[in-house]
């Protein structure tokens, strides 16, 4: 019954950050490079992580990316998406297991937010041959910063809130 | 304030120091094209146009027309005017211009020193889908 409504309450999670991930593909952030995003689904990866665990945040960020590629139809975008939630999910996994006395759940999103940034750029200077790319990423991670801040921002209530939900699984020392 | 811990206002400011600095670091970077050249146009229309590089440095080209006489240098990816014909020589005092876009205008004898830039790979740019 519990690992039930494990699945349950993971399918919905994926599905939401399937659904915030198509949103915020409509909502391009001017006046900076192209690439910046939100983030949304992000929040969904550390929810994932700070209520479950590791192995099931991978899940939700690798089902995620797999899923928004085949919604919106664009392979090269998997390679992007892939590697970007992959990373930053070990890194936030590294960050909130071992480092979370030092770092708020905000300073773990900005962590990943990073992280995806420089799989992204990475994979796509990959991809084009093109090193010049990286001379986004400065850019990218002054924008990661305000929108890890904020995505870290409502991680923090509502994994509050979940947390009451499922007590079991997660332990309460963190936070 | 803000729920930030200690260590997150740490990692904030390291963040933008570095982006900072490398932002500099690129902008420097990026404006260095492949290829520099500078176009002189004499009454609208292209009298030479000659790339920088090591081998035209000193060289000096003088531009005889109906309109008047300058003088031009070139130096190491710039270029100057040195003698010109015009009452008041403000194309000889602005001195060396080197950036792309920059410009020497000598009004008097319609000429123009225009500097400009082009990369290699410009001609489209990468498509993602």
Redesign the interface.
């Known amino acids: 019954m519990k690992n039930l409504r494990k699945l349950v309450f993971l399918s919905l999670l994926v599905s939401l950050g399937l659904a915030l991930s198509i949103l915020e593909s409509f909502m391009p952030i001017p006046f900076v490079a192209p690439g910046a995003k939100l983030g949304l689904s992000n929040m969904v990866v550390l929810v994932t992580l700070v209520i479950f665990g590791f192995k099931e945040a991978l899940a939700v960020g690798v089902l995620k990316s797999m899923l928004f590629s085949l919604a919106t139809g664009s392979i090269s975008s998997l390679f992007y998406s892939l590697s970007g939630s992959v990373l930053s999910c070990i890194t936030m996994y590294i960050v909130y297991s071992y480092f979370s006395n030092i770092y708020s759940l905000i300073g773990v999103s900005i962590f990943g937010a990073v992280a995806h940034n420089l799989a992204q750029v990475s994979v796509a200077s990959l991809m084009m041959k093109n090193l010049k790319i990286f001379s986004y990423l400065p850019i990218l991670l002054l924008t990661s910063l305000f929108t890890g801040y904020f995505v870290g921002l409502s991680s923090i209530f509502i994994s509050k809130n979940l947390k009451k939900s499922f007590p079991k699984s997660c332990d309460t020392s963190k936070m | 304030m803000?729920?930030?811990?200690?260590?997150?206002k740490y990692?904030?400011i390291f963040?933008?120091i570095?982006?900072?600095v490398?932002?500099f670091f690129?902008k420097r970077?990026?404006s260095n094209y492949d290829k520099k050249y500078f176009i002189i146009s004499v009454d609208g229309k292209d009298y030479k146009k000659i790339y920088f590089g090591p081998e035209v440095v000193g060289k000096q080209i003088s531009v005889k027309t109906e309109f008047g006489y300058n003088l031009i240098e070139i130096g190491d990816g710039k270029v100057r005017v040195i003698e010109a014909d015009c009452p008041d020589k403000l194309d000889v005092k602005q001195g060396y211009i080197e950036r792309p876009g920059e410009v020497i205008v000598c009004l008097p004898n319609k000429l123009v020193i225009e500097i400009k830039g082009e990369s290699k790979d410009n001609d489209i740019d990468?498509i993602?889908?």
């Open positions: 803000f729920l930030l811990t200690k260590g997150d990692l904030i963040i933008i570095i982006s900072v490398s932002l690129v970077d990026i990468y993602s889908h």
